[in-house]
């Protein structure tokens, strides 16, 4: 990717570490719940992007523990390459949806990226590094480990700056569904429906979140180098439910997915890189939230 002249977002936060990571309590099960399988797959799927899996099933812990943080480019809070690159996709990121957002009247409120190596707390419970990116809708901030670039490179095969991008513009992508009220309305129903069907529901979900980052590529298209685009769906697939199912358990359960198959995963990014335009990426339909 082009990103030595673009700019760096200063919508961030250096966190030191601290926090912890564990499964709420009281996850229910059975019907309507989460059973072992379901408990067994969010696990699985907290290893790759998307919202924080805590705060979908609503029973994430909320943690007063104090977290410490340290300045920008001050130890142990260092602003590495990384942080800065990452820090410079944000920035397109806001000035694309600032833009379509001011076309339509209205005005982008950037979200903040959480940079912390392997603990801490959002309003959405503990986090760690294995729980990988998410989104968290109480604090309007995407949290990042950036070791996580390691994994999506050596473990799921998605090496390159732009696989790394795309993991931070689909939490970009929660984020804008957060502000047009899909995510909450979205969450709320789930809370209604049978596992199968919040699950089915989570799919669309974050398949939209996949258009969403297609279409900011495409609206900042000075960015990509050749190959780029590429990569991006060769990353998308490598992070679908049944890509990463078949690698850890052996076989797919397709009733148990949750983000989407290799198949739809690169679809939906394909539409958004395809036609430049957020409405072309209703993965609802008539079902929509």
């Given at each position: 990717?082009?990103?030595d002249?673009?700019?760096e977002?200063?919508?961030?936060?250096?966190r030191?570490g601290g926090?912890?990571?564990?499964?709420?309590?009281?996850?229910?099960?059975?019907r309507?719940?989460?059973?072992?399988g379901?408990i067994?797959?969010?696990i699985?799927?907290s290893?790759v992007?998307?919202?924080n899996?805590?705060s979908?099933?609503?029973?994430a812990p909320?943690s007063?523990?104090?977290?410490?943080?340290?300045?920008p480019?001050?130890?142990?809070g260092?602003?590495t390459p990384?942080?800065?690159?990452?820090?410079?996709?944000?920035g397109?990121?806001?000035r694309?949806?600032g833009?379509l957002?001011?076309?339509?009247?209205?005005?982008?409120?950037?979200?903040k990226l959480?940079?912390?190596?392997?603990?801490t707390?959002s309003g959405?419970?503990?986090a760690s590094?294995?729980?990988?990116?998410?989104?968290c809708?109480?604090?309007?901030?995407?949290?990042l480990?950036?070791?996580?670039?390691?994994?999506?490179?050596?473990?799921?095969?998605?090496?390159g700056?732009f696989?790394?991008?795309y993991?931070?513009a689909?939490e970009?992508?929660?984020?804008?569904?957060?502000l047009e009220?899909t995510?909450?309305?979205?969450h709320?129903l789930?809370?209604r429906l049978?596992?199968?069907?919040a699950?089915?529901?989570q799919?669309?979900?974050?398949?939209?979140?996949?258009?969403?980052?297609?279409?900011?590529?495409?609206?900042?298209?000075n960015?990509?180098?050749?190959?780029?685009a590429?990569a991006?769906?060769r990353?998308?697939a490598?992070?679908?439910?049944d890509?990463?199912?078949?690698a850890?358990?052996g076989y797919?359960?397709?009733e148990g997915?949750?983000?989407g198959?290799?198949a739809?995963?690169?679809k939906?990014?394909?539409?958004?890189?395809?036609?430049g335009d957020p409405?072309r990426?209703?993965?609802?339909?008539?079902t929509?939230?």
């Amino acid at each position: 990717m082009r990103l030595d002249d673009e700019s760096e977002s200063s919508n961030y936060e250096i966190r030191s570490g601290g926090g912890g990571f564990g499964l709420p309590m009281g996850i229910p099960l059975g019907r309507g719940g989460l059973g072992c399988g379901s408990i067994i797959l969010i696990i699985i799927i907290s290893l790759v992007f998307g919202v924080n899996p805590l705060s979908l099933i609503g029973e994430a812990p909320q943690s007063g523990g104090q977290v410490e943080r340290s300045e920008p480019g001050a130890a142990p809070g260092e602003k590495t390459p990384v942080i800065s690159r990452s820090l410079k996709v944000l920035g397109s990121t806001e000035r694309v949806w600032g833009k379509l957002f001011a076309d339509q009247g209205g005005q982008y409120q950037p979200t903040k990226l959480v940079f912390y190596p392997g603990g801490t707390q959002s309003g959405c419970g503990a986090a760690s590094a294995s729980a990988g990116p998410f989104y968290c809708p109480a604090d309007k901030s995407i949290f990042l480990d950036t070791s996580f670039f390691d994994e999506l490179s050596g473990r799921f095969g998605a090496p390159g700056d732009f696989a790394q991008a795309y993991v931070i513009a689909h939490e970009v992508g929660h984020h804008i569904q957060d502000l047009e009220g899909t995510l909450g309305k979205a969450h709320a129903l789930q809370q209604r429906l049978t596992e199968g069907e919040a699950n089915a529901l989570q799919v669309k979900i974050e398949l939209q979140a996949d258009c969403y980052a297609g279409v900011w590529a495409a609206r900042d298209s000075n960015l990509l180098e050749p190959g780029d685009a590429e990569a991006g769906l060769r990353a998308a697939a490598a992070v679908g439910d049944d890509t990463i199912q078949k690698a850890s358990q052996g076989y797919v359960v397709p009733e148990g997915f949750t983000h989407g198959s290799a198949a739809e995963r690169q679809k939906w990014l394909r539409i958004g890189l395809d036609s430049g335009d957020p409405a072309r990426c209703d993965t609802f339909g008539r079902t929509a939230p």
